[in-house]
């Protein structure tokens, strides 16, 4: 039996078991993941560890003694397959029961794939550590990259292409890259950068079929033509891991629904990606992707599992690096009506701008420009 079961043993999870200790929480804490790593930060997959500036193990979230000192029982390579909400008991492959007193589902996403390119030699997904050092691998010996999907994963893995001095081409069917996260203009802008940095942006364009020689991908049919890849990433978005949750009586809907404590039912609570919570600020659902809301959520939660009863109302955070851009984003940039930029000029790749609907600001974005966004960040209205 432990008072405290999470399971998830990533950003989400470990956050919450983090911030349980620091809390003062002195019950036991056990932390259940599937993969057999100690726990990692997925952001630098993309970026430093894909491009070889890191080593895989720097990707750590904490050092050992630091994860010794939080005296949790981390259980690794062991996947929840069921959980019994009225017994309390969460259920592992093997068969092995685990009691608890509160749950904590921080199961995070799985990469969404494409049918006709699942399993095919030559063809990737990146959402783990085991994911990068496939991908890496083959991106040493290859010379042309195709990227499908343009979103910020698959924006990013273009960027690191081009880093290893591949020819990249990204294919999405939406009008311009990010669309979806930061509206059209600075999607545009973003199209411009891949652009300047040699990367052939097809937007508007669908891919259709893998065509296969020998075994493995050697070019994708596309619907503006065939483009020629000795690798192709499939990187068209996530959904929830909630597999393991079907038959549990909890709400699913695009993630595990819970109130504005992140609670889905009496002592089970959903935390990082995997949560959609009821934002009271917003009035609406909402369940975010990015590495801050990780953090800030499992602290959240624990403070909501020690009888805070605090609602959690974040202003959403993300940030993103493709060349030498870093991009950040508070708040929503694409329920936008117009974007007002507030200083520099995004022709020198340096500006912040805020992004309005109906003469409020909704949203703020910086490229290279920490500061000034943090400030206008002040700004959002809602
Ligand atoms: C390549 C990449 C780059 C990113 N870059 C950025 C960035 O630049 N900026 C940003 O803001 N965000 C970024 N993100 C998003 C950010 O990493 C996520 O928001 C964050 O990892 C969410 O943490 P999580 O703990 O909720 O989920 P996850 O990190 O997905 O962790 C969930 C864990 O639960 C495990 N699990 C799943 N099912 C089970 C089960 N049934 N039993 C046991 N364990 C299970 C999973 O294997 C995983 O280890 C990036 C994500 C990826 C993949």
């Known amino acids: 039996m432990s ?55 720097q990707a750590a979230l904490r050092a ?12 690794l390579g062991s996947k929840a397959v069921s959980v019994d909400v009225r017994k309390q008991e969460v259920v592992v492959s093997g068969g092995r029961r685990l009691p608890y007193g509160d749950l904590v589902i921080a199961t995070g996403l799985a990469p969404r794939r494409l049918g006709a390119f699942d399993g095919l030699a030559g063809a990737h997904v990146l959402r783990t550590l085991d994911d990068v050092a496939r991908l890496r691998g083959e991106l040493l010996a290859a010379e042309r990259l195709i990227v499908l999907g343009a979103g910020v994963l698959g924006c990013e893995i273009a960027a690191t292409g081009r880093q290893l001095g591949l ?20 999607g545009a802008l973003l199209a411009e950068l891949h652009r300047a940095n040699g990367v052939e942006v097809l937007t508007g364009t669908k891919a259709e079929a893998p065509v296969v020689t020998n075994g493995r991908i050697t070019e994708v049919l596309t619907s503006a033509g065939l483009v020629t890849a000795d690798v192709v ?41 995997v949560a959609r919570w009821w934002h009271e600020r917003q009035a609406r659902s909402v369940r975010l992707e990015n590495r801050t809301n990780a953090t800030e959520q499992g602290l959240a939660v624990a403070d909501n599992i020690m009888g805070a009863d605090k609602p959690y109302v974040p202003v959403p955070y993300f940030w993103t690096d493709q060349y030498d851009v870093r991009m950040q984003v508070f708040g929503d940039l694409a329920g936008a009506d117009t974007i007002r930029v507030l200083e520099g000029d995004p022709a020198d790749r340096k500006f912040v701008a805020a992004a309005e609907a109906a ?4 949203g703020v974005v910086g490229w290279n420009s920490a500061r000034g966004v943090r400030k206008a960040r002040e700004l959002i209205t809602s």
């Open 3 to 57: 008072d405290v079961l999470v399971v998830g043993a990533s950003a989400a999870g470990l956050a919450t078991a983090e911030s349980l200790r620091r809390r003062g929480f002195t019950g036991s804490i056990r932390l259940v993941g599937d993969e057999a790593h100690q726990p990692y930060d997925r952001p630098p997959l993309s970026k430093k560890v894909l491009s070889g500036a890191w080593a895989a193990d």
């Open 64 to 75: 050992p003694d630091a994860l010794a000192a939080l005296d949790i029982d981390l259980v």
């Open 167 to 186: 020819g990249v081409t990204v294919v999405d069917p939406a009008p311009v890259p990010m669309g979806a996260q930061v509206g059209p203009e600075i």
């Open 233 to 273: 990433v499939v990187a068209v978005g996530s959904t929830p891991a909630t597999d393991w949750l079907e038959d549990s009586g909890l709400i699913l809907d695009d993630g595990v629904v819970c109130d504005s404590r992140c609670r889905a039912a009496d002592n089970v609570y959903a935390v990082g990606d």
């Open 359 to 362: 003469g409020r600001v909704v």
